[in-house]
């Protein structure tokens, strides 16, 4: 799962729209809105791309994308 409130406000900091998520990954706007809302998993090669649209670094990938399944690992 992706951390929607970090990806929306990173939009948000960029003005990106939800049909520039879709045009980036070459997707359907309806399905863009379901993989940032957690509705549909992103892929790996999706995820790349976003981040690179994002323009967010290595170091910051996992607070975007991995946050929820670090903190289920760290958990248990």
Partial sequence: MVNTNKIKGRMKELE??????????????????????????????????????????AGEFGKYFLLSELHNATSD
């Fill in 16 to 57: 990106l729209t939800q049909a520039d998520v879709a045009h980036c990954l070459n997707i359907a706007q309806p399905t863009a809105n379901q993989k940032i809302n957690n509705v549909r998993p992103f892929d790996l090669d999706e995820a790349e791309k976003l981040s690179h649209l994002l323009h967010i670094d």
